[in-house]
């Protein structure tokens, strides 16, 4: 996979697949993140097939190029134009991921949506039911618009992981979300 410069990025779909803590800190605008654990899953969902892709990844995800790869070509992604290091980004040009800890999210009051991203089928540990909404992350590609844009959005899921990918998501429809840290583990540890 060729390794690209920043000025070689124009209008391809960005796949940061890095973490959701080094997504979180500083993305490029417009970026899902998807790593290797849901590539699979979820980019023939929210990428298109016939429009070019390029991978934003640490140094240390060099040796998971080719999986990606792979996985990408399994999917019908023809066109990947290659990778960047999320490293040689320019630090101006990067976005961060609203976060929350789950402590301070159980203290609001004000009125917001808690979009649970968990597919119903998972959920052994329940959400809060205040302002609670569950539009599982596969669905979200369709169901976002029944979200209201004027309120406050927090993601949540299990870990942090789909959550940080929903909230990618939102914000390139305008959104601006917030990831509850911790998921609902750290929701209900807090709760306590």
């Known amino acids: 996979m060729n390794k690209l410069n920043y000025s070689e990025i124009k209008d391809q779909q960005l796949v940061d697949s890095r973490l959701q803590h080094a997504f979180q800190s500083g993305h490029l605008k417009g970026s899902l993140n998807l790593n290797l654990s849901n590539f699979k899953k979820y980019a023939a969902i929210y990428l298109d097939a016939d429009h070019p892709v390029v991978f934003v990844i640490s140094r240390e995800q060099q040796a998971e190029l080719d999986e990606m ?108 979300p917030t990831v509850i840290e911790g998921g609902i583990k750290a929701v209900q540890e807090a709760s306590h």
Request: net charge negative.
């Open 69 to 176: 790869a792979t996985l990408a070509e399994e999917l019908g992604f023809t066109h990947i134009d290659g990778f960047v290091l999320a490293d040689e980004l320019p630090q101006e040009n990067l976005e961060t991921t609203a976060t929350i800890p789950a402590a301070a999210f159980l203290e609001k009051e004000d009125d917001y949506i808690l979009l649970d991203v968990r597919h119903p089928d998972e959920i052994t540990r329940p959400a809060p039911e205040k302002n609670l909404v569950n539009i599982p992350f596969e669905d979200l590609l369709h169901d976002h618009a029944s979200l209201d844009s004027s309120k406050d959005i927090y993601t949540l899921c299990g870990s942090g992981n789909r959550s940080t990918a929903a909230a990618s998501y939102l914000a390139t429809k305008g959104f601006k």
